[in-house]
DNA sequence: ACCTGAACACCGTTCAAGT
DNA sequence: ACCTGAACACCGTTCAAGT
């Protein structure tokens, strides 16, 4: 950077941990090294040891960073809704952030921003009648769900990973794949977008009111 | 190696996808690089490249080599425990090689290895009554769900995962995080082990046989 | 106290040379 | 034809030296 204000302590660890997160957001994360961030932020790479011990602390602020910014707005209305809306923002928090997903993969994350929107779901769901073993068990499973519909956003845009998927599924052997060579054009539609992820979202939680009811609880 | 027994053509891309998903299985998706898998083998860097294109390739094959192990059988009984059983095997599967799953987070993978299993879930819920866009709807959402619990699995054992977790929730702020802070021992045990994930596959079950029932066709 | 270049032990891959 | 060392352009991190 052309003529530092501060001389000394001019950066933060938010600083740094945003501009990693953008350039990984630019360029994937293979793009991610401390030599480039360093060189990006006008700075000796050392100077980044810093503010973090090693890339491993780094990459933990990176998601940290990231999953701030999901919305915990937890609206008026039936228990149902309000799950559904958290979950949409979570996801949406996701597909923002496509590289934070293969960053996060190592270990659980349990910081309080990550956290905030557990406690969210964990309330929706106690309120709704859940006992608090079920809340945890259906909070961490629509978590889950939409972690795993996030991970697997392919980089192409929606429509060229539908085309690719449809030829791919196409060029298989009719004999050996018959019901995925007939099912082709809507197996190829459930690889992107909006609708399939609210498609299986709405199947749970069908299934989460089914037991709330079974137990009496509705 | 001393004494190879071939001079030319001694490997095949198969050995070596092989030798290499034995690597990361016992040391770790960082430890995968073309010099160290080389010596492995007994052979030249260089040698490799003679095989696969690029590491991307070689990446590919090693999660081909993986996923080739699912077992696919589909018992007899009713679609819920044919798929059920299906959707416990892929688990497995994942969970023997965890860093399968961070190798092939950056696109769908849509080799026949893998489609098999596929085949087979349409197949069952073709046969349940679910028309063909249901059918992709519903594999895909649970291939996701199955997916999403894999790749969350901490690399430690799964008594030691709990216990972090509940020692991170406990120190929570109470008044900002009072749902979780209660539920500290109920959603710890939701991090690990075979029952959280069984309970979220049954109430996703679930809400798929409600769909069938309401389109008349259980 | 804060910053950082040089150095070390690694990478993937190209290229030209070996047999 | 098949294999491979040397070389190039990168890594993360330690360490000692700069201001």
């Given at each position: ?13 938010d ?57 915990v ?33 190592r ?96 199947r ?15």
């Amino acid at each position: 950077v052309t003529g530092a204000a501060t001389p000394n302590r001019s950066l933060s660890r938010d600083e740094i941990a945003r501009a990693a997160l953008e350039l990984v957001d630019a360029h994937g994360v293979d793009a991610l090294s401390m030599r480039r961030l360093a060189t990006e932020l006008g700075v000796g790479t050392m100077t980044l040891y810093g503010y973090f011990r090693s890339k491993e602390e780094l990459t933990a602020a990176i998601v940290d960073a990231a999953t701030a910014e999901t919305p915990v707005v937890v609206a008026e209305g039936p228990w149902r809704e309000q799950l559904r809306e958290l979950m949409l923002g979570v996801r949406r928090t996701l597909a923002r952030h496509p590289s934070g997903v293969q960053l996060r993969l190592r270990r659980p994350i349990l910081t309080r921003g990550a956290l905030r929107v557990t406690e969210a779901g964990m309330q929706i769901l106690e309120r709704a009648g859940f006992d608090r073993a079920d809340a945890a068990r259906a909070y961490r499973s629509l978590f889950l769900y939409t972690f795993g519909y996030a991970s697997f956003g392919s980089p192409l845009d929606p429509e060229e990973t539908k085309r690719r998927t449809k030829a791919a599924l196409r060029a298989l052997p009719e004999e050996e794949y018959p019901a995925l060579s007939a099912a082709a054009a809507e197996a190829a539609d459930t690889m992107a977008g909006d609708e399939p992820f609210e498609w299986g979202l709405d199947r749970f939680l069908d299934g989460l009111e089914a037991l709330l009811i079974r137990r009496g609880r509705a």
